[in-house]
């Protein structure tokens, strides 16, 4: 008779793909689905998990979260795939090897950065394959302003090097350079395109924000899309377009209708968060978006920004130093309907923009689990999945197997073609990655707040990382680090 490993017996199976929403029991043999059925035969290790929903890992295409307890967080929300594709890094060789030399608990992976290699060739910024030289240079006017076209081919060129060492795709934070061309953009996007990989963009002002920039961010994205044949994703669409949800997702919906490649995301939070010492937090710029200096969180001291003399210090000294933007209200109906439908957009990804986490405090030891009181982040690392699913679909009605392939399917179908281990992934189905997740549909739910950040979430019951328990009845196994690379 069939041993499997492990059995999880009578729960309701969500397949994304395939429509399953039935009673049955899920085999794991090593790091595989084995069987997805009833009566299966024992397993070494089994679980009763009647009554809970049994579905694909979550995969978050944008996470910044490169640090072991942010890692975690997005773990006890449901999150198996975890992978820095807005940014990117540079060299990702370098970057895969600092992940594979410590450990992760998820899967993770790395797009190209077409910001960090603008700040190799236009500032001498020296890349380790890590975030940090990215915050840390975010304010240096040098990066985001205009180059040569001796330049724009050093740019092309760490790229295309890149690509070929794995990338999963190119990274373009273009929002936060508002002096680069919409020809570089082009340039960037073919690049891509001859080399499979998709594009995911961070876009730059829409026109409602600056009506003399050199191009409307939606429009440079579709228009992208479709004049080199890039499959272009729209990075966290709700943070970037605000109120201008009309124009942006019929513009979207336009390009999809005649067959561009173009696919977004989103959040459900109306706060973001990012270096404070980005372009557009400057004190003059902020009534582009309706913002004051109080909008602003400065992280690492918790402080409402008090006015714009104490932003411009806080830019000066530490711009890269982490804050949250206040931009939506999740409490205002008015202004939650309006992240709902960036959420329920048809064919969205729903992808957290998770953030490393800051200390306010002594910085404890790396593995220290739970996190300290000291530890702060956006609420979106730790409760993006719990608060989309229980928002959507046990609160708004929304049906589950659809908020799911937002979570899961969507995002390996739209890597799939460039990096083709993504389709073992967003499934659960014989011969598919054992990235599992379980979850009580009625009572899961985010814990995690703007001043209470690093709570985990709850009613997530099991988290199977390659087979491997993460997170079992409840528990995360801070010694689980079964996590591998995802590659091109």
Sequence with gaps: MTVYDVVLRGGRVIDPESGLDAVR??????DRVAAVGTGLPPGRQEADVAGQVVTAGFIDLHSHAHDL????LQVTDGVTTALELEAGVTPVAAAYAAVAATGRPLNYGFAASWALARMSVLCGVRSDGSVRPLFAGLADPRWSGAASPA??????GMLEADIADGALGVGVLLGYAPGAAPAEYLRVAALAAAGGAPVFTHARDLVEFTPDGPADGAEEIVRAAGETGARMHYCHVNSTTLRHADRVLELVRRAQRVGTRVSTEAYPYGAGMTGIGAAFLAPERLAERGLTPRSIIYAPTGEEVSSAARLSQLRDADPGGLAIIRTLDDSDPDDWALLLRYLTFPGSVIASDA??????GITPEPDSWPLPPSAFTHPR??????????????DGGYPLREIL???SLHPAVLLQDRVPAMRRKGRITAGSDADIVVFDPKTITDQATYSHSTRPSTGIRHVLVNGTFVVRDGQLDTSARPGRPIRA
């Design 381 to 394: 690392t730790a409760g993006t999945y719990a608060r989309s699913i229980r928002t959507l679909s046990r």
């Design 25 to 30: 029991d899920v085999a794991v043999s090593g």
């Design 69 to 72: 307890g942010s890692a975690r």
């Design 151 to 156: 330049e724009i081919g050093g740019v092309l």
């Design 355 to 360: 953030m490393p986490l800051t200390w306010t």
């Design 405 to 407: 392939a937002k979570c």
